[in-house]
């Protein structure tokens, strides 16, 4: 028999979610954002859940080629653009769009030779200081792009550092608003958290990305659960032995964790190995039999240990979640130190994936 860890991908809360992210945006167009492998839960596997979208946008040519390949027709946006100018010819053969973020992209794009017209988004750096032209030269970016041939559309974007957080997206909206006040052009502007919280930011176009997951933005549970989002993966597996701890004695590798009277623990077939973090501490929950209990001292490669003290129907077979459709990523992750992002595009391609 394999060992038990899996990880679900629940097909049908993908679909919910852009439905609700939809009904949250109305009158602005969707990208879908599928980057990382959308996000750890297999971009092979789920874009067919998310084809009510506008578009997708990811990072890698390699991601929008399988798309086109596997039936998608739709606009594909590359949010990064291309990083050397033999790329364009892949980025004209499959139709995609571009992001153009630097004055090295459009150098690039002066020179290139494509077949059909090439729809570019012009980023710009309105405070994150990432990627992006400064405000103060969009103007000339703009009309370079707008006198090539071989450019159609022009959309104009940013991206929000804060748009999560007390800072909010003032100070950045504005400056982007300001660069853009002569320029008729779409505007893309939302992300996850500004789908959510910030709506005069929808402009014509969004880009969610966690939310379509079930996740929050801000790695707190608690700050979506009116949303009526729901989860698209659970990590799942089983109690594989039961340990009977004496006062006094220590479980795991550094003993970090010493029983202070006689307790009941389980040990689960997961470890950091499949994507679980190490770094989680003792108190981290897991989801036992129906019910929340907690992680005890370190986790190794392949196993982790969890409290089964007020558990006393829990056994050998028992199933655990580690996190899902009972224990919210977000929650786990708070716990550990991390983000539910990492937790969800950080599970091992050993463990196997079911599809529901």
Same mark, same amino acid.
């Given at each position: ?9 629940? /097909? ?10 939809? +009904? ?10 599928? #980057? ?49 100018? +033999?790329?364009? &010819? /892949? ?31 012009? #980023? ?15 103007? &000339? ?32 909206? &504005?400056?982007?608003?300001? &660069? ?35 996740? %929050? ?9 009116? $949303? ?8 799942? %597996?089983?109690?594989? @032995? ?26 689960? $077939? ?11 501490? %003792? ?7 129906? $019910? ?18 007020? /558990? ?20 786990? @992750? ?23």
């Amino acid at each position: 028999m394999p060992r038990p860890i899996h990880a679900t991908v629940h /097909l049908s809360a993908l679909t919910h979610n852009l439905r609700q992210i939809r +009904q949250q945006t109305r009158g602005a167009k969707i990208w879908s954002v599928v #980057k990382a492998n959308a996000y750890g839960h297999g971009l092979g596997r789920v874009w067919p859940a998310l084809e009510e979208t506008d578009g997708f946008a990811l990072l890698d040519i390699d991601e929008a080629i399988l798309l086109r390949k596997q039936g998608w027709e739709g606009p594909i946006l590359l949010l990064e653009g291309f990083f050397q100018a +033999q790329d364009l &010819a /892949l980025i004209d053969q499959y139709r995609l769009t571009t992001v153009i973020h630097c004055e090295h992209q459009l150098q690039m794009l002066q020179h290139a030779q494509l077949s059909q017209p090439l729809d570019i988004y012009l #980023k710009v750096n309105s405070g994150m200081h990432r990627l992006g032209f400064m405000p103060e030269d969009l103007m &000339a970016a703009y009309h370079s792009a707008r006198a090539l041939p071989h450019v159609g559309q022009i959309t104009l974007m940013t991206h929000f550092a804060n748009a999560d957080n007390h800072l909010g997206v003032e100070p950045q909206l &504005a400056a982007f608003n300001a &660069a853009c006040t002569d320029i008729s052009a779409p505007r893309c502007l939302a992300n996850s958290a500004a789908v959510l919280w910030h709506p005069h930011t929808h402009a014509d176009w969004v880009r969610p990305g966690i939310v379509l997951y079930g996740a %929050s933005p801000t790695g707190r549970w608690q700050d979506i659960a009116d $949303a009526n989002l729901r989860p698209a993966m659970s990590l799942n %597996s089983e109690i594989i @032995a039961i340990q009977n701890m004496a006062t006094g004695d220590a479980i795991g590798y550094g003993s970090r964790y010493q029983a202070n009277q006689p307790q009941r623990i389980g040990i689960v $077939a997961c470890g950091y190995a499949d994507g679980y973090p190490r770094h989680a501490p %003792s108190g981290t929950p897991v989801w036992v039999n129906g $019910a929340r209990t907690s992680l005890l001292g370190a986790v190794s490669m392949d196993m982790l240990a969890v409290d089964l003290s007020e /558990l006393p129907d829990a056994q050998i077979g028992t199933p655990v979640e580690l996190w899902g459709q009972n224990l919210p990523v977000d929650d786990v @992750a708070q716990s550990a130190g991390t983000i539910g992002y990492e937790l969800l595009c950080a599970v091992a391609q050993r463990v196997p994936v079911i599809i529901r």
